[in-house]
């Protein structure tokens, strides 16, 4: 693929110069390279900024049901510095670990915008959750319903209640990777509906009046290509809501059908926009309130994008070590990162692709796998794709990497994690420098 053709993956500030060479928001790549280090990611700050308000835009503009909150999905990657961003366009924040947590405190990120998911929350998470006073904690699970009930009640502070959703596993099915499919009957997340748990979890939180109930939370799926599952979990989430209307009068403040919007890859371009999520959406939010015909406000809905927002943001950056052809007829070229910076080609398949940084209108010569440095032959982060002949010591560009790679990163082999900027037309932050063989070795 030429790289006119990969531009649909590039970052809004992505530029080619005449002689070839990649830029983001006007920085050589070359030189920041040169400057920082590779293995790098490189995230535009343009990119993250029009894709929050084209989630805005596009809700405002084809959504009128009821008020619209939207949650940035910390875990496809973050930082102070993103959490900073994120509360600067207004965005909540969905974490799911304490550790997500404490750098959302540490960007001095509004608590009450914070949602606080995951499927085994310890005790020290929650106490650590009641302490900042986040705004929502999403109930998995029986076990975490009860460890959440006791520590209140031990703390006994009338008047404080926290607030609460419950997660419910919807039994919707989505067309995407089994590993990226989290709301379907057999689901590790959330409590089920068809067999009634998730209503007995209402209705026993409703019952002992310990945690307000604020309202109810699925996400189906992620890279999902359609509305419907997002409709399907809707609906269903509002079909409970009238059962349980019915008999205790409970009515929500808010409803989640949770985030999982797609993004292009190299081999589909074909990504609806979100306005027409927005617009489809609003079709399920007044069907499904006609069906239970409450004359009570539409809850707020609630969306969680994750990789949507920041994906194409991120560009990861690697410098050719080696290149080798074999007698099988593959040609390796052999970067200085690979499995432990982005794990998801080797865990569900996720496509990827390459172009040269410094060569970048160069015609295309040679099939090559792009494989990394790590001791795994499934250490490949391209399997296919076609470049200009690279040389050792040349730099190589994978464009999408700015979600769900850094936030899954290792220190396999014991390599030391990649340097990340933040980079905008004025600035270039070292938002997480690069990790030292000392830090690596500071836990022994
Ligand atoms: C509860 C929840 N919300 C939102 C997301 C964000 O998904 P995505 O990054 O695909 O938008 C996830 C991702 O797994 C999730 O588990």
């Not at 894709?51 to 909150?69: G, I, M």
């Not at 409450?294 to 920041?310: F, M």
Request: hydrophobic share 40%; glycine share 8%; aromatic share 8%.
């Amino acid at each position: 693929m030429t790289t006119i053709a990969l531009s649909h993956l590039l970052p809004d500030a992505s530029t080619i110069s005449q002689d070839g060479i990649f830029h983001i928001a006007n920085h050589s790549v070359p030189a920041l390279a040169q400057a920082y280090g590779t293995p790098l990611y490189i995230y535009d700050r343009t990119t993250i900024i029009n894709a929050c308000k084209q989630y805005f835009r596009a809700f405002a503009t084809h959504y009128h049901a009821s008020p619209v909150r939207i949650l940035y999905a910390s875990k496809a990657y973050l930082s102070p510095l993103i959490a900073k961003l994120m509360a600067e366009q207004g965005m909540g924040l969905d974490v799911v670990s304490g550790g997500e947590l404490l750098v959302a405190q540490q960007a001095n990120f509004p608590m009450e915008r914070v949602s606080f998911h995951g499927n085994n929350k310890s005790e020290d998470e929650l106490q650590l959750a009641l302490q900042l006073g986040v705004g929502r904690i999403v109930l998995d699970n029986w076990s975490e319903l009860e460890r959440l009930t006791r520590m209140v009640r031990q703390t006994g502070q009338k008047g404080k209640q926290p607030g609460v959703l419950v997660r419910v596993a919807p039994a919707v099915d989505t067309d995407t990777h089994r590993y990226l499919q989290t709301g379907h009957a057999s689901s590790k997340f959330g409590f089920p509906l068809v067999n009634g748990e998730a209503k007995s979890a209402i209705l026993r939180i409703l019952s002992e009046g310990t945690v307000r109930l604020l309202g109810l939370h699925a996400h189906s799926g992620t890279m999902l290509r359609e509305t419907r599952p997002y409709q399907e979990c809707l609906e269903r989430l509002l079909q409970l809501v009238g059962e349980v209307y019915a008999e205790t009068a409970w009515w929500p403040e808010e409803i989640s059908p949770g985030g999982g919007w797609a993004i292009d890859t190299p081999d589909n371009s074909a990504t609806l926009a979100v306005q027409i999520l927005a617009r489809d959406l609003q079709l399920s939010m007044q069907r499904g309130l006609t069906a239970i015909s409450s004359p009570l406000p539409a809850p707020t809905l609630v969306i969680e994008p994750g990789r949507s927002i920041i994906a194409r943001a991120g560009v990861a950056i690697y410098r050719v070590g080696a290149r080798k052809p074999t007698p099988g007829g593959i040609t390796y070229l052999f970067v200085d990162g690979g499995m432990a910076d982005n794990i998801r080609p080797a865990l569900y398949g996720a496509l990827y692709t390459a172009f040269a940084v410094d060569k970048a209108n160069a015609p295309l010569q040679e099939n090559v796998c792009i494989s990394g440095r790590y001791c795994e032959s499934g250490d490949i982060l391209v399997e296919d794709v076609r470049l200009p002949f690279m040389y050792e010591g040349d730099l190589l560009a994978l464009p999408t990497s700015g979600a769900y790679c850094l936030p899954m990163a290792s220190n396999y082999n014991f390599v030391p994690r990649p340097a990340v900027l933040l980079v905008d037309e004025n600035n270039v932050h070292l938002m997480q420098r690069r990790e030292t063989y000392q830090d690596v070795l500071s836990r022994y």
